[in-house]
Each structure stands twice: as C-alpha cells, then as structure tokens.
C-alpha cells in the first residue's frame, strides 16, 4: 500500500528549531517529488516547500525561505523539514505529501496525488 | 505571487444538489489546475487535475472546467460524503497557491 507517514511535531518555543520526518513506502521513493503543505488550526492549506527526486531543485514558501530547509535521503524513503526560528505564525498541521507528474494531452501537471495524515506543530511560550 | 480566489466561501446543500465551486486566478494559468477534497480532521484528497481530468478513483458526479484564469468544479449530485471543504490549487507558477477553500455544507 502506498503511504506517507509523518512525524516529529510538538510544541516548541518561539525561535525554536523541530525537524519532521515524513516516511515513504509502497511506491519507489526516488521516482519522485516530494512536497510540504501545513494548514493553520481553522484555516486553508498553505504550500510550503518542495524538493525535486534527486534532491538537486528546491522551491520555498517566500515565509519560510531562509529558517526552513527541505532535504530527503533516498535510501531511507525518507522526507524531513528542518524548522528554524519558528514563529507562532508557523502553527499548523503540517502534511507531505507526494508531487507526482501527471500527463495529459501532452502536457505535464504537478498534482499532490499522495498525502499523510499530518503531524501538528504548536509555535508558544 | 498567483493569488486564487474562489467562491463561495460556504454554501448550504441538500442530498441530491447539483453544485458548483468557482475559483478565479489573477493571472492566466493555462489549465494548470486541481481540485481537492478535504474531510474534518483527514488529509486532502486530489479530485481533478488538469482542470478537468478525473483522478483515478474518484466519482464521475465530480467534474472540472475552464482554462485561463476561469475554473469550476462540479458536483452533479451532492451525496452524504461530499459534505466537506474543496480547495482549487494552481501549478502553473511557484510558488505554489491554494484558493482560500469553499466548505459545503448540510
């Protein structure tokens, strides 16, 4: 079976640094991109960041770029989310999920076909 | 950044409904558009990529539409496990853009 499968949210103090984990399995990991979205309690999905198969292409969130880093490890079918100098504005459920290429009528589409089940983050002192 | 803009925000709907969801990009985005479902407390789900193409799986009473800077998403006949939040989101650019979500409710 197919399955994305977070980890590593908590309560963490403003400035603080956590680092999610987002396990991969049921399909060939390195096949693909991989993507962050967060939801804040209450709100609307938010894009956060994704990473290209090899790891070479990333794009960011403008809010996030220079405290959150996207990486993976390919052997380990594995995803993380380095969070630093975290704001309470940061607080959200934070899902992966996988950002596969779909074709259609000779084009390509990036579609989030994939998710997990979200791993909260709670951003206060 | 591509901002999506969709409408309503909520509406009210009855087993049997037929609905419509419209979400409005700032700028052209070809058809590079989804559409996702999203239950209280799940993960979202991908309905319709391509604006228009059926993701393998869901109900046929789902269908897309619209290209450019238009889109809707229609439900021919709202069901029991429809009730739930639909959110547009655009390829086209990064970064990355989601409508603001239309809830449907009872």
């Known amino acids: 079976e197919v399955q994305l499968a977070e980890s590593g949210g908590g309560l963490v103090q403003p400035e603080g640094s956590l680092r999610l984990s987002c396990a991969a399995s049921?399909?060939?990991?390195?096949?693909?991109?991989m993507t962050w979205v967060r939801q804040a309690p209450g709100k609307g999905l938010e894009w956060v960041a994704n990473i290209r198969r090899d790891g070479t292409t990333i794009y960011y969130l403008d809010s996030v770029k220079g405290r959150f880093t996207i990486s993976r490890d390919n052997a380990k079918n594995s995803l993380y989310l380095q969070m630093n100098s975290l704001r309470a504005e940061d607080t959200a459920v934070y899902y992966c999920?996988?950002?596969?290429?779909?074709?259609?009528?000779?084009?390509?589409?990036?579609?989030?076909?994939?998710w997990g089940q979200g791993t909260m983050v709670t951003v206060s002192s | 950044a591509i901002q999506m803009t969709q409408s309503p925000s909520s509406l009210s709907a009855s087993v049997g409904d037929r609905v419509n969801i419209t979400c409005r990009a700032s700028?052209?985005?070809?058809?590079?558009l989804g559409w996702y479902q999203q239950k209280p407390g799940k993960a979202p789900k991908l309905l319709i990529y391509a604006a228009s193409s059926l993701q393998s799986g869901v109900p046929s009473r789902f269908s897309g539409s619209g290209s450019g800077s238009d889109f809707t998403l229609t439900i021919g006949s709202l069901q029991p496990e429809d009730f739930a939040t639909y959110y547009c989101?655009?390829?086209?650019?990064?970064?990355?853009?989601f409508g603001q979500g239309t809830k449907v409710e009872l």
């Open positions: 989101l655009q390829d086209y650019k990064y970064p990355r853009t």
């Open positions: 999920a996988r950002d596969a290429n779909y074709y259609d009528a000779g084009n390509y589409y990036d579609v989030f076909d994939i």
């Open positions: 700028q052209g985005i070809r058809n590079d």
């Open positions: 049921g399909f060939t990991f390195s096949d693909y991109w």
